[in-house]
């Protein structure tokens, strides 16, 4: 039975975190859009699935997940045996990729997602920006990409030389920052710069931009990583 | 060699790592950073991002809390409780566990991080609370409770009915709760709203002192 991801459909955010990763490992699955404009997400039947009234959600025929890095994560390990690997399993390799993980949501997300509310979200509801704030959360943005930097001119992804879920981790909110006013990812330095490219040049991502978060009618529109059904 | 925690002790952060250890009966020698001195190039070299904790286990060095806390129940299973769901628990269970621990870096952490900074850290840099943004905070914090009881009603955890890492990571900063004037589980309307929240709250908490 195939898998059904509620959400956004809009490239960015946790809804896109997942599409990408389904697009990675070439996963078919049906796509229900949730209507966060007239507050689906918090009525009690959308509760059922996510009950802090967030998306996005995947039911796996019956069995419900959400928290995109949890879902993420699922998706990795249940089907290890396609696509690129995107979590390591030898110990000191594992404990690395916790660590640039957990530097996405703890020096990343926070300030990328504060950039996105106040420089993009804010003027798309007729808002005033508060230009104190936006300075504040891409200041300590950039004070974080100088050391991202500084890793990423030692190796070639940020738990090594392989490309992980904490690189994918932020694409969706890292492409918004352009958006917000930030030129970051391509001005902060030529390592940064690299690795952003390379990251957000990925087919799956291509596809997120290209084909939007849809249904998958059948394997041929999974994206094709020269794998065989699961 | 002894492994070596680099940290403070007054750090949420620190005391996270602390508690696992203890968990685990993991022999461990810390290393009293001071404050301010986290951007030491012998720091910086290790951590580069010039924050605490990390660990020096026999040449091997990890940072972020709960990376490290991760890396301790993998690196030494025979030791202590679980905290994580066997292998044997299969791939649903590890997916619930890691659902539990980003609803606890997510939904938890940044908002209640931010009153206690509002609370406990501006008055000791001699800055002044924004009570307006407390406010904010503290409504946010309000409905995010109203998911944890959603979860907790039905489970004795967040990841099912064995406590795991992501209940865990959560004594740190309830354990200020008081400290900080966040009064979701001592306020007797509020405890209403959330019975099991609260009973999981102080549940952790005494564990969590017991370690200490």
Redesign the interface.
């Known amino acids: 039975m195939v898998l059904t991801l509620y959400g956004l459909a809009a490239p960015l955010g946790g809804t896109a975190t997942v599409a990408m990763t389904l697009a990675e490992k070439g996963i078919p699955y049906t796509f229900v859009s949730v209507d966060l404009q007239h507050g689906e997400h918090k009525q009690p039947e959308f509760?059922k699935k996510q009950?802090?009234?967030l998306v996005p959600a995947l039911d796996d025929d019956g069995?419900v997940?959400?928290?995109?890095?949890?879902?993420c994560?699922?998706l990795a390990?249940?089907y290890a045996g396609q696509g690129p690997t995107l979590i390591p399993t030898e110990?000191?390799a594992?404990?690395?990729f916790?660590?640039a993980?957990?530097?996405e949501?703890?020096?990343f997300e926070?300030h990328a997602r504060a950039a996105y509310n106040e420089g993009v979200l804010k003027p798309h509801f007729n808002l005033p920006i508060d230009a104190s704030a936006l300075n504040t959360c891409i200041s300590k943005l950039s004070d974080?990409l100088d050391?991202y930097e500084?890793?990423l001119g030692k190796q070639r992804f940020l738990a090594g030389d392989e490309f992980t879920l904490a690189d994918l981790f932020h694409v969706a909110f890292g492409t918004t920052l352009a958006e917000a006013g930030c030129d970051l990812m391509t001005s902060k330095g030529p390592n940064v710069k690299r690795w952003w490219k390379e990251v957000t040049s990925r087919p799956a991502w291509l596809s997120v931009l290209n084909s939007g978060i849809k249904t998958t009618m059948c394997e041929d529109d999974a994206f094709k990583s020269g794998v065989s059904e699961p | 060699m002894t492994l070596k925690l680099y940290g403070r002790l007054q750090s949420t952060n620190t005391q996270r790592v602390i508690l696992i250890l203890k968990e685990k009966k993991i022999p461990y020698e810390l290393v009293e950073v001071e404050f301010g001195q986290n951007n030491q190039p012998e720091r910086l070299q290790f951590q580069?991002?010039a924050e605490i904790p990390y660990i020096d286990d026999d040449g091997?060095i990890?940072?972020?809390?709960?990376?490290i806390a991760?890396?301790l129940v993998?690196?030494y299973p025979e030791h202590g409780p679980t905290l994580v769901p066997p292998p044997s628990a299969g791939?649903?269970a590890?997916?619930?566990f890691?659902?539990a621990?980003?609803?606890e870096?997510?939904?938890f952490y940044?908002t209640v991080s931010s009153i206690l900074m509002e609370r406990l850290f501006k008055p000791f840099i001699g800055q002044t609370p924004d009570e307006a943004e407390i406010a904010t905070l503290t409504e946010k914090l309000d409905?995010?409770l109203a998911?944890y009881e959603?979860?907790l009603s039905k489970s004795k955890y967040l990841a099912g009915d064995e406590v795991t890492l992501a209940d865990l990571f959560h004594i740190p900063l309830l354990t200020l709760f008081g400290l900080g004037q966040i009064d979701d589980f001592t306020n007797d309307e509020k405890v209403k709203k959330w019975p099991s929240v609260a009973r999981w709250a102080n549940e952790l908490v005494q564990r969590g002192s017991v370690q200490a």
């Open positions: 509760r009950p802090f009234g069995f997940l959400y928290e995109s890095r949890a879902i994560r699922y390990e249940k110990l000191k594992k404990a690395l916790e660590q993980a957990a530097v949501f703890a020096n926070p974080n050391v500084v890793i | 580069p991002f091997f990890l940072y972020e809390s709960r990376a991760r890396y993998a690196a791939l649903r590890q997916a619930l890691e659902q621990l980003s609803v870096a997510f939904n940044p409905a995010r998911g959603r979860v």
